[in-house]
């Protein structure tokens, strides 16, 4: 580490390796910039070459954070400090002088362990817990002063402490909104608030991270929530409604319903089918939501109880009817490959769920997406295998030829497997195998 220069720690650099209109939308990037505001953070981002704030360089920073989402952010991450001239493996790094790095977020807290190999520190958990400590770390005057520190941080992983404790927020202890320097330059919600109403999940799906990495449900505390939407609504701004069970928070409607009486524009990101009912989308409609987004993973009541997806199809029939009579576009989410499951079977059934409801009058305009099937280390489902290549390609086919069938008007995104069995790597390989699996797709 260089020479302490008081100008360079008093602006904590946050990377986000991803581009910049989707880097905005990033809840990690608001909550450094409201944490870290009287500090004058900055932001690089993989397109923005120089920092988005002060116009900076890589190496005009001591310490840099960096929030990995997925397994591309850090292959977007390689290639931005090969760009800045800066070598990849800490162990290269420690002949030199170079920046240290420090790297969280959410695949960081799935497999830390082979990221020490890259980082001089991996932390694990919410930013909340660690906020004290990550500035007494720009405040260090030395590198051993700093790897003392580091290496007495319950919650870090590095090359002499290969485990941790996922650190977590309690319930309340929390709230995530737009900052106002980054709000300024737009985002991917047309450019709304954004708002992050909930952690964890009610539902317990058996293959999905963000409930069994986060664990307990949480909220914020209702008083700040709704503190923040009041002036949000009475200066006419829109509102990005982050969360995984919306519908669950028992503020929900309130805030819909303050939205709603201003014509104020509101987007959301997901509901469930449990959650959906006619209040709520009339709310909605008010708001100017257009699409209902429901995540339905599996055509077959059978997996879908196994995955503890627990929707029947007369339920899922109900939800799309009431979005369909109110004028809504429905956006659909499924899984290809599940664990139990066959390609041919369950693509068929996927044909077979939209036929039902369309013979009983509930089929609008909607749009199908699917993604294949991707073990999540902390999951149940973590020791079952990424669905094959060829088994996608079948289930692909198999679902376009009897969509086609049904409506010529349906759109369906697949997700694509390449990246997917990236993903699937990214979370569990270890070692040399892991730092190959990266250079080998810069």
């Known amino acids: 580490m260089r020479k302490k220069v008081k100008e360079v720690l008093l602006q904590p650099l946050l990377i986000y390796p991803e581009k910049l209109p989707l880097a905005l939308t990033s809840l990690s990037i608001h909550w450094f910039f409201n944490a870290f505001e009287d500090l004058l953070p900055d932001l690089m981002t993989f397109d923005s070459g120089k920092s988005v704030i002060h116009g900076k360089r890589l190496s005009d920073f001591q310490i840099i954070f960096v929030s990995l ?23 290269e790094r420690d002949k030199g002088m170079y920046p240290v790095f420090i790297c969280g977020g959410t695949a960081a807290m799935l497999n830390p362990l082979p990221l020490t190999e890259i980082f001089d520190a991996v932390f694990v958990g919410e930013g909340e817990c660690m906020e004290k400590d990550m500035k007494k770390i720009l405040n260090m005057d030395s590198r051993e002063e700093l790897d003392s520190f580091l290496s007495s941080l319950s919650y ?27 709000h300024k330059m737009g985002n991917t919600f047309d450019n709304r608030l954004i708002v992050e109403l909930n952690r964890s999940c009610t539902s317990r799906c058996k293959f999905c991270a963000a409930t069994y990495l986060y664990e307990t449900f949480r909220v914020p505390e209702k008083e700040r929530v709704m503190e923040y939407v009041d002036t949000a609504v009475s200066d006419g701004k829109g509102l990005a409604l982050m969360g995984t069970s919306l519908g669950s928070i028992d503020y929900f409607d309130e805030i819909l319903e303050k939205a709603a009486q201003k014509s104020v524009s509101i987007s959301i990101s997901s509901i469930k089918v449990k959650e959906i009912n006619e209040k709520r989308l009339k709310l909605l409609k008010k708001c100017g939501v257009k699409t209902i987004t429901v995540a339905i993973e599996s055509g077959i009541p059978a997996t879908r109880k196994a995955i503890l997806k627990d929707i029947s199809d007369s339920e899922i029939l109900t939800a799309l009817k009431m979005i369909k009579d109110m004028k809504f576009k429905s ?37 199908i997406s699917v993604a294949p099937f991707v073990p999540k280390p902390l999951t149940p489902y973590r020791d079952f295998d990424i669905v094959n290549r060829k088994e996608y390609k079948k289930y692909m086919e198999i679902l376009k030829k009897g969509v086609s069938k049904i409506s010529s008007g349906i759109k369906i995104d697949f997700y694509p497997y390449r990246e997917s069995e990236l993903d699937a790597k990214f979370g569990f390989y270890q070692g040399e195998a892991f730092i190959k699996l990266i250079t080998e797709n810069i």
């Open 331 to 367: 956006k659909l989410y499924f899984i290809a490959g599940l664990p139990g499951t066959e390609a041919v079977e369950e693509a068929q059934s996927v044909v077979d769920l939209l036929l039902f409801i369309k013979n009983n009058g509930g089929l609008g305009e909607t749009s």
């Open 156 to 182: 870090c992983y590095n090359d002499i402490k290969p485990s941790a404790d996922i650190v977590r927020a309690e319930n309340g202890q929390f709230f995530v909104h737009s900052n106002k320097t980054l």
């Open 69 to 91: 989402s997925y397994a591309a952010n850090l292959i977007n991450f390689v290639k931005m400090v090969k760009e800045g001239g800066i070598p990849l493996l800490k162990r």
